[in-house]
């Protein structure tokens, strides 16, 4: 009985020795603690996007918006992001108007740069392309100074009048803020929403019944327009200073749209370059159980297109084109993304403006190589087919504003005609019509003898 107890204890370490071999040598795998939430800062290594050529910077000439480079590689999207019980919505807008203010059909318009250039011809343009809107944009630094003294000038009186005389209407999108009213001394966002408001409301008054929408600001996910650095944090305050300078424009006209600003379409979350656009999104559509709700018309946005077709989208439909095909920031598509999370977070009723979309074409600038693969017959395509698209399938888009009408005549005359900006537009350097100009033409046309 003993020995067989001895055998039986011998057999079992016999059988056991192997497995306690292997947890000696073999560590122990411990799920690590995830976050509830999106962190304010993201630790993700990502890849960094080439950056343009910086501005344009002739005697006299204003800087031209700087783009970002899409990259061909890009971060997947973050965790599930946190849901947030629906805002509590004003019945009422200011003046008794409806809230939030609708078109009455959809508004398609164009980005152009009017400062010390030619404003008759690409207006003319403008005009006989059936475009219904302008989009300009203005540097608030170069409008104050010192702290509430306006220097409006004779540049933007007379872009605004030859703007109304050519009865187009005005979207002013507003960015660079006096150095001392922006972060660290720089021309992001100001630190005190009451500067901004305070500028808007003279902006309104001086240009009553001449200016139609304003836009607080541009593609604010990006660090350069925050003062250098930006983290899901700066939302909140976009938000806040949405609220003052919505108020204040709506004290003077409200019949004005205020739109907000358009995030840059993109994966990059590092703070010295940008936010991801879902991130930044559901941060400001989320702040404070989504007040921004109450205090805009229209939610901005900027889609992506590289040399992707409209239809497309990463990854159900990708494009067949090289590279920038691998995550839907890539891609036009892409709003169907962005208006989900304003679903989500109770903007619904809230309708979207798109302010920027356009193909580039050949151009030598880093980071835009996807142009080469967009012919200029192309471009005309995607551009009408994304109109198309928005006019079938997106009743929530209420304007849409093609980038870009003149920069190619302006890049030819600062010594860059194959700049990418140039590679936008709708025209050539020397003002002649693109394929993509006399496209959106005969599509406007079209849809306007249709009542749309």
Not at 35 to 43: D, F, H, K, Y
Not at 301 to 322: D, F, I, V
Not at 331 to 344: G, H, K, S, T
Not at 406 to 427: K, M, T, V
Request: with cysteine; aromatic share 12%.
């Amino acid at each position: 009985m003993k020995w067989s107890l001895h055998l039986a204890l011998a057999f079992l370490l016999v059988m056991i020795a192997p497995l306690l071999a292997m947890c000696a040598t073999t560590p122990m795998l411990v799920a690590p603690d995830l976050p509830q939430a999106l962190p304010i800062l993201p630790t993700a290594r990502v890849q960094a996007p080439l950056f343009a050529d910086p501005v344009i910077e002739p005697l006299a000439f204003p800087e031209l918006p700087v783009a970002v480079a899409p990259t061909a590689t890009l971060q997947p999207f973050p965790t599930p992001l946190p849901t947030m019980p629906p805002p509590t919505m004003q019945p009422l807008g200011p003046g008794g108007l409806p809230f939030p203010l609708h078109t009455e059909k959809l508004e398609i318009g164009a980005h152009a740069h009017l400062f010390w250039t030619d404003r008759d011809t690409p207006l003319i343009r403008a005009r006989d392309a059936n475009l219904g809107w302008i989009r300009q944009q203005i540097h608030w630094k170069d409008q104050e100074g010192p702290p509430g003294y306006y220097a409006w000038g004779s540049e933007l009186d007379s872009i605004v009048s030859y703007i109304d005389a050519y009865n187009l209407k005005l979207m002013i999108s507003i960015v660079r803020s006096p150095s001392f009213y922006g972060r660290n001394g720089g021309d992001g966002l100001p630190e005190d929403p009451q500067a901004l408001g305070n500028f808007v409301a003279a902006l309104a008054q001086r240009y009553k019944g001449r200016i139609h929408a304003i836009q607080i600001w541009n593609e604010q996910n990006l660090a350069h327009e925050t003062g250098g650095y930006i983290s899901v944090e700066d939302a909140g305050r976009y938000v806040e200073i949405m609220k003052v300078a919505y108020t204040r424009i709506k004290a003077v006209d409200p019949s004005i749209f205020v739109i907000t600003g358009a995030p840059a379409s993109t994966a990059v979350n590092s703070p010295g370059i940008a936010i991801s656009d879902v991130r930044y999104y559901s941060a400001m559509l989320s702040y404070d159980n989504g007040i921004l709700r109450n205090y805009t018309d229209a939610i901005g946005m900027h889609p992506g297109g590289s040399a992707n077709p409209p239809a497309t989208l990463w990854p159900e439909n990708p494009s067949q084109a090289q590279g920038w095909t691998e995550h839907p920031t890539f891609y036009f598509r892409n709003i169907e993304n962005i208006r989900a999370l304003m679903i989500e977070y109770g903007f619904a009723t809230t309708p979207v403006w798109i302010t920027e979309f356009g193909w580039a074409t050949a151009n030598n600038t880093p980071g835009f190589e996807f142009g080469q693969q967009v012919s200029l017959q192309q471009q005309a395509e995607y551009i009408v087919g994304a109109m198309q698209l928005v006019e079938e399938r997106y009743p929530w888009v209420e304007a849409m504003f093609i980038w870009n009408l003149n920069f190619a005549p302006l890049r030819a005359q600062s010594g860059d005609p194959y700049h990418e900006q140039a590679s936008f537009g709708i025209l050539n350097a020397d003002y002649s019509p693109r394929p993509a100009y006399w496209a959106v033409q005969q599509y406007i046309a079209d849809l306007r003898s249709r009542g749309r």
